[in-house]
């Protein structure tokens, strides 16, 4: 009986935080672009002292990740973010002519239900909150089962900031009774513009097709080193971006592909920055850990490092290891290494030329439909481009640390740590997902070339003529007489 009172209470939770945030969405609309732009700056500021707390409760809280390196990137995108604030209109008149007349107008969504994932909860929670309230929309947190403490105190703190600074109670709500029903209730509610979901894709399967769906989640990378690229280099950046938090950013490397020319070299550069190859027996115990299902691997695997992996496997190899590394012969469905995996693995494949390593590359992002970003290193501009125009991705990175450029961290992408998954299949955006995602344009169009005004004047003069025509044989025939 205490189950069903507890989804009872979800559900009249839900349906009251909907109408609530109906309401304080209608007030949002009126506020200008300016208010929301310094009620971030507020925001970041006042968050900033509390995310070593934050990121210290998530770690306690799922288990995943690493402390120092987590809050050292939720700080420095939250830096980023603050630099770029104030830089975009994305509500109200975003573009006009030299003569000042509004050509596009940028509306919000409405009310948005954003599902939090159970990975990297301090940053999307902020990050999604922090999209929805730029672009004037009221945002709805559900936060993960698996990370309710954490999710709520970001959330609750966010809230109380917004209070203070003039927002409309109920433009950020959170879900304290937190069911099935009451998540469904608020997904497929009419009163939902939009779905946001972030990492938990049994929800997209749920979601009511007249509602639009965003989803944002890790994905499986591949990175091609090809035989010009600068392998030091390359190498350094590939194992710094898929050991970094324990493998939890969004699109880091898992498998690499390498020139045979190369990869002996490639080899040495790897186990000289931390990489470990697995022997074959060795290999087999790590799969016993990760114990493959659905796709994936088992959740106590996911943001462990690779020494805690090595050691629960059974598996002895120097403390100083960063990221364990398979090395594949060929490519075959039943391989659970072409599995993604949010934990410091690497598949390493070789390829006699760029070509091959083309079509290994497509094979790798459609196995599994888990791919949305590519990584290359290569000084080959005919090579890179031929990368860029035949990959079923949204986004390619050259030359760069596919995790920290994907997410526009010194690269020209967005910024954004939610990376739209449409090429996988799930979604209806692969862009880098932006407070203007959360938008619609209206255009404004105005009369340029008098057309209806011509055609006016045309038939004026068409019915004068047709007009005469007629009299001239009227007063003929009356003649005739």
Sequence with gaps: MHDVDKDLLSIQEARIVLETAKDAQYLMKEYEQDFFHNLIRVMIREIRPLIGAYVSCEIQETGKGCQKEKEAFVLRFLEAMEAEVGDRTYIGATAKDSAGKILHVGVPLGVIPVLLPSENVVINTLYSLFAGLQSANAMIAIPHVKATKTATQVIKKIQQIGLSNGLPRGSISCIDYLTECGTKEIVNSPIAAMILVLGQKKYTDTTIPKRPMIYGGSGATPVFIERSA????????????????CGLLPASEQYLIVESTVAEEVKKELIQNGAYFLSKEEE?????????????????????????????AGISLPPSTRILVSE??????????????????????????????????????????????????????MIIN????????????????????????????????????????????????????LTYTREISYASNGYFKEESTRDNIHDIQVQTQLLEKVLKKMLEK
């Design 230 to 245: 600068n392998t030091q280099a390359a190498v350094k950046m590939i194992v710094e971006s898929r050991a970094y938090d």
């Design 284 to 312: 087999t115990k790590l799969v016993s850990l990760l114990q493959p299902k659905n796709d994936g691997i088992h959740e106590s695997c996911v943001g462990k490092s690779a020494v805690w992996l090595a050691k629960n």
């Design 328 to 381: 594949q012969s060929y490519l075959h469905d039943q391989d659970p290494f072409v599995n993604e995996m949010s934990c410091p693995i690497l598949a390493f494949y070789r390829e006699p030329d760029w070509q091959h390593a083309c079509e290994k590359a497509i094979h790798l992002l459609q196995e599994k439909n888990d791919g949305h970003t590519l990584a290359i290193h290569s000084n080959e501009q």
């Design 386 to 437: 031929e990368f860029a125009l035949k990959k079923p991705v949204a986004r390619m990175v050259v030359n760069a640390a596919a995790s920290f450029s994907s997410m526009g961290l010194g690269s020209t992408l967005p910024l954004s740590p939610i990376l739209g998954g449409f090429t996988r299949g799930l979604g209806i955006s692969a862009e880098n997902i932006t407070p203007a995602s």
